[in-house]
């Protein structure tokens, strides 16, 4: 992270020991109030994709295996698919969400860039990848984070966003407030050292979950971000040139240049700062203000539940973990009992074998064509029957797999099996009921993406706050941002100004979708059956109601190859040909 306007050597030892206590006060607070969710949580990781036998008891499994005959205990982990369906779903939903403007200073334009500067962002951060991520642990074990960063490009001094991963959520303590969150890391020694030469080697605050990482000689560390309230002081000005009203909020920077402007009405606003510190036991390692107005950490929840001023959150597969282990105690019952049976042995008489003892002796494990044997009163030897599956251990091992998909609401169709739907509409419907079960996973997933998207609108015009050149990746093309010219009077302006204007999501979904993607799709099926006379002017429509990339461009194609004048010597051309 950057420098802020206040380095960590103007902060005395007063305040940073300040700092050090009121950020281990609040991260035992924290810590405390979500210890329950922290065991459950690797709990449900464990279960949902069979982590060290974690569908097991870890006391059956003991007395199993130290039995005087070590007895199975076999897993067929069915809930990993339901997972993988419903993160991978939520991967590769297009995204519908839309940056535009909200006041009369926003402009069409400028929210299209930021469109393309998050699409940017997204394909830089491999942000699918980070999506995966949390999904898997949202859905199989409740709850997940990423994160936003700040860096500077590899080849120069422009700053850009990126989207992170947080692989470990044991390490994230967040205020359900929103007014301070902990990120933690366990650093090796030697890594430590080197890049804190000096400094205190002491853990900031250890925890039950610290004996998780891998690394034995490390220094734990943590990220502390806090809201510090503060007043702010907020303009209206006066151009008499342009008879244009403009609200600023003064700072340090600004303030001497804002004066010279005529000042309509000034107040003092309530705000908060961002602080960012980087922490080990006795130390502040680094600090830095946060340019934006939010902690930059985004959860995704998997199912939340609030009952007597508990949080609880809950998996996909929280619910169906006791069926899930009902499958798999009558699985290893029947494959016990069928092993342990007798493998169908024959029956004889001491006699009717005599002379051949060890032709029999290895009957059961040398493949012969034939086996000798004598005739005792006109009788051979004869087998015994083969044994037979418990059909009582088939018929539980059925309900409990009855009960993971009713549980679940996943069904056949819906999870790739064949099933008794035959036609389309059926296997649709099949699959809607199935998506209804599962939508407040991908409605929660959607809501953090959504998030993620207001912070970055927040984030954009103050770290793309200079004048570069951003590539508009869905156009495959380049656009100047920040540029400063003079116009005709002489005067500086400021082309692609991020920094004017507000900006909001207009949200949406494929279930959902807006008035305009209505009246397209309903142009789109009319199209099908549009003849000669109709066609003409129903495609021009389709596309002016597009939000699709490039349909202005696929328009303005369409009215011109229609005002087309015909060649010279040719007839004019009928309707339809126009728009051929």
């Known amino acids: 992270m950057d420098d802020g306007m206040k380095e960590l050597k103007d902060f005395s030892k007063k305040e940073k020991e300040k700092i050090l206590a009121e950020a281990q006060k609040r991260f035992k607070t924290l810590h405390d109030a979500n210890y329950e969710l922290k065991l459950s949580f690797i709990k449900n990781m464990k279960f949902s994709f069979n982590i060290e036998e974690g569908q097991w008891n870890a006391q059956d499994i003991k007395i199993r295996d130290e039995s005087e005959n070590p007895r199975p205990h076999l897993t067929s982990n069915k809930l990993g698919k339901f997972v993988a369906q419903v993160v991978n779903q939520e991967k590769g939903m297009p995204e519908m969400d839309d940056v535009i403007p909200v006041d009369s200073k926003g402009d069409i334009e400028i929210a299209k860039i930021y469109n ?72 090796p020694t030697e890594e430590y050292e080197r890049l804190n030469p000096g400094k205190d080697k002491s853990d900031f605050i250890e925890s039950e979950y610290d004996d998780l990482w891998y690394e034995e000689d490390k220094v734990m560390i943590a990220e502390y971000y806090r809201k510090v309230p503060i007043k702010k002081t907020i303009v209206e000005t006066y151009n008499p040139q342009t008879e244009e009203t403009e609200v600023y909020e003064i700072t340090e920077d600004n303030e001497k240049e804002i004066r010279k402007l005529q000042i309509l009405r000034e107040r003092k606003a309530d705000s908060f700062r961002i602080d960012w510190f980087k922490l080990s036991g006795h130390e502040i390692l680094d600090y830095t203000e946060w340019p934006g107005k939010y902690i930059p950490i985004v959860e995704v929840v998997g199912d939340e539940v609030y009952l007597e001023g508990r949080t609880y959150k809950k998996a996909l597969t929280t619910d169906a973990q006791s069926p899930q282990q009902m499958y798999n105690y009558w699985l290893t019952s029947m494959t016990e009992k069928v092993a342990l049976s007798p493998k169908a042995p024959f029956i004889v008489d001491p006699h009717q074998i005599k002379g051949y003892e060890s032709m029999w002796n290895k009957a059961n494990i040398e493949n012969r064509p034939f086996l000798f044997a004598k005739t005792i009163n006109g009788k051979l030897p004869e087998r015994t029957t083969a044994p037979q599956i418990d059909t009582g251990s088939m018929t539980m091992l059925q309900i409990a797999n009855n009960d993971i998909n009713d549980v679940l609401g996943r069904y056949e169709a819906s999870s790739g099996a064949t099933s008794n739907e035959r036609s389309g509409k059926a296997i649709d419907a099949r699959n809607a009921r199935s998506d209804l079960t599962a939508y407040t996973f991908s409605d929660n997933f959607k809501k953090a993406k959504i ?80 003849g000669e006379l109709y066609a003409p002017v129903l495609l021009p429509l389709l596309f002016e109601y597009s939000d699709a990339p490039g349909a202005d461009k696929i328009l303005a194609a369409i009215q011109q190859i229609a005002n087309k004048p015909p060649e010279k010597g040719e007839g004019k051309p009928s309707e339809f040909e126009q728009f051929m």
């Open 116 to 187: 393309e500067l998050i699409s940017d962002i997204q394909y830089q951060s491999s942000v699918e990848e980070i999506y995966g991520i949390a999904g898997k642990q949202a859905v199989g074990g409740g709850y997940g984070f990423w994160r936003f960063i700040t860096e500077y490009t590899d080849d120069g001094f422009d700053q850009v966003i990126r989207y992170k991963p947080i692989k470990n959520p044991l390490n994230v303590d967040v205020d359900p407030r929103g007014m301070f969150a902990f990120i933690r890391e366990a650093m």
């Open 451 to 530: 998030r993620s998207k207001r912070i970055l609108i927040d984030l954009i015009p103050k770290v793309y706050d200079n004048q570069r050149v951003i590539r508009l990746r869905n156009e495959d093309t380049t656009v100047e941002i920040n540029k400063v010219i003079l116009n005709e009077k002489m005067e500086k302006v400021i082309i692609n100004d991020l920094s004017k204007g507000s900006y909001d999501m207009r949200t949406r979904s494929v279930t959902n979708p807006s008035k305009r993607e209505q009246i397209s799709g309903t142009i789109e099926r009319a199209l099908q059956y549009a």
